[in-house]
């Protein structure tokens, strides 16, 4: 091992952890990890030494045990609307993308989670890239951070980061621990100091992950749906074979229930002629009706409508303005709320399902995929990436 692979890169770690490799490794007390936790967050400060209310013994020790990595930007890219784009540089094969939207009155983040993507939606460009592995936390974080310096984010003043989605390149849920460990920096107040209800994972539904998420952490639940039948589904989203809509529902309704106040965004991106219809509409309602009234709770389920964005080589098409209008109007009718998401940041091909950043290699797909199912369902099977 090299002496900087045996460092200790602290943006791998959350308040407990750095709690604790102060306490166990540093003989330190718990206040100085927060120190350091402060600089790193809020003034964006790696290097030991600038971190001026730390003793020199300390900063010394530091120096030898630790370092703060953080991701390299290779560029970044404004858009005409305000959209900002990085590709993020990970470890000089791969790089990855992360998006920045302004709006009135806030300013989200959408972070990616992998690099690449296994779950081969077909309507998604990430899926194109292949999947090569999980991010680590400090590479979740560090997109945050990267921003979030950028943007000359102060917590507590006036901020301009004040959301983050994970809707970036990758299945969050498939990447559980380091995902749940940066949405924890994400929203100390120590790190970033988001609300809860201001750090959204989005999941095209793995199901008993759905389920230790409910039980690990408290941030919003958006889900990617697409299709309300099970056929159409399988088709869009090939997890569905694996965990079938009543499944993901069913899931779903647990996540309510165990997160009182709580309410679920299913995403639902609108392709030309494939799920835009009316009977798409109406089947969407019902699915949502009843999830609202199995629950007894108004307002339980948003439904988000995201107008496709095409990328190269792609067989979908966005559904025209008549159709999108139509859609919504039909849910709103049956008492669904239900918004259209305004595409932003296309001009640089920041709008969703439009990241690739850069995937060194491709073929690991199924075979990663197929572990890490099994990893999470306990070895039955991994067929649902066709
Ligand atoms: N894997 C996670 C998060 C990444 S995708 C998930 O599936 O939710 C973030 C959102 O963008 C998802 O709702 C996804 O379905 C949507 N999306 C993917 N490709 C798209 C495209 N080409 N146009 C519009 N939305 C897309």
Redesign the pocket.
């Known amino acids: 091992m090299t002496e900087s692979t045996a460092k200790q890169n602290l943006l791998d770690l959350d308040r407990e952890g750095l709690e604790r490799f102060f306490a166990d490794e540093l003989g330190e007390k718990r206040f100085r990890a927060h120190q350091v936790m402060k600089w790193i967050h809020h003034r964006h400060v790696t290097d030991f030494d600038e971190m001026t209310d730390l003793g020199k013994p300390l900063r010394a020790k530091l120096l030898e045990r630790a370092e703060v990595i953080v991701p390299q930007v290779h560029f970044d890219k404004p858009s005409t609307d305000g959209t900002h784009k990085w590709l993020l540089g990970m470890d000089g094969k791969n790089a990855i993308e992360t998006v920045y939207i302004p709006d009135k009155g806030r300013g989200t983040l959408c972070v990616s989670s992998q690099v690449g ?1 296994a ?1 081969n ?1 077909q ?3 990430t899926a194109t890239q292949g999947f090569n592995r999980n991010l680590s936390t400090a590479e979740i974080i560090g997109q945050v951070w990267v921003a979030a310096k950028h943007l000359g984010n102060i917590p507590h003043k006036q901020r301009r980061l004040t959301n983050v989605v ?7 849920l498939m990447n559980f621990d380091n995902v749940v460990r940066a949405m924890s920096v994400m929203r100390d107040d120590l790190g970033y100091g988001l609300a809860n209800k201001r750090v959204t994972l ?3 539904g793995m199901v008993p992950m759905i389920d230790r998420l409910s039980e690990e952490s408290d941030v919003s639940l ?1 889900v ?1 749906l ?1 299709a309300a039948n099970d056929e159409l589904r399988t088709e869009l989203v090939p997890l569905n074979k694996k965990y079938p809509i009543a499944e993901l529902m069913a899931a779903c309704e647990r996540y309510v229930r165990r997160k009182p106040r709580s309410s679920i965004t299913f ?1 639902y ?1 609108l392709m030309k002629d494939v799920n835009d219809q009316p009977v798409h509409a109406r089947q969407l309602a019902r699915l949502m009706r009843q999830f609202g009234n199995a629950l007894q709770v108004k307002d339980a389920a948003k439904v988000n409508l ?6 190269p080589g ?1 067989r979908f098409q966005r559904s025209g303005e008549d159709e999108i209008r139509a859609f919504q109007k039909l849910l709103l009718d049956a008492q669904v709320l239900t918004m259209v998401r305004r595409t932003r940041g296309d001009d640089i091909d920041a ?4 990241l690739k950043g850069q995937v060194a290699d491709r073929t690991r797909r199924q075979a990663e995929f197929r572990k890490h199912l099994e990893q999470i369902t306990g070895g039955e099977g991994g067929d649902a990436a066709a």
């Open positions: 993507c779950l939606c309507f998604c460009s994970m809707m970036g390149m990758g299945e969050p989005s999941t095209a958006a990617s697409h995403e991106t995201i107008p496709f964005n095409p990328f792609t709008a969703c399902g439009q």
